[in-house]
Nanobody, 127 residues
Framework: EVQLQASGGGSVQAGGFLRLSCSAS????????IGWFRQAPGKEREGVSY????????YYADSVKGRFTISSDNAENTVYLRMNSLKPEDTAVYYC????????????????????WGKGTLVTVSS
């Protein structure tokens, strides 16, 4: 059974930081990329950041470049998203997702194009 278990959300003031974790199981990690989508109130889900297990290739949305860092612990099958300098506009439910294939494929797809989805974790940034 495929599972993507997200954790680490919470409430923080603007300028603060949080670290999200996504623990994955049930599929072959070396073939997949894992990352995060988010959905802010009243907005569509958007891709935030992804990492490919096999080569460490990463992707960041323009809105988070320089503030967020994605990393993986391949031994623990876990992906982390360190979110620094948080802004109120980062407030959203963050969803862990996974897809088999290249980073280019993942970047080009919407949330519903992923292969696997986890439950969301809420991040609230207050001003």
């Amino acid at each position: 059974e495929v599972q993507l278990q997200a954790s680490g959300g919470g409430s923080v003031q603007a300028g603060g930081f949080l670290r999200l974790s996504c623990s994955a199981s049930g599929f072959t990690f070396v073939d997949h990329a894992i990352g995060w989508f988010r959905q802010a109130p009243g907005k569509e889900r958007e891709g935030v950041s992804y990492i490919r297990f096999s080569d460490g290739d990463t992707y960041y949305a323009d809105s988070v470049k320089g503030r967020f860092t994605i990393s993986s612990d391949n031994a623990e099958n876990t992906v982390y998203l360190r979110m620094n300098s948080l802004k109120p506009e980062d407030t959203a439910v963050y969803y862990c997702v996974a897809i088999k294939g290249t980073m280019a494929r993942m970047v080009g797809l919407s949330y519903y194009g992923m292969d696997y989805w986890g439950k969301g974790t809420l991040v609230t940034v207050s001003s």
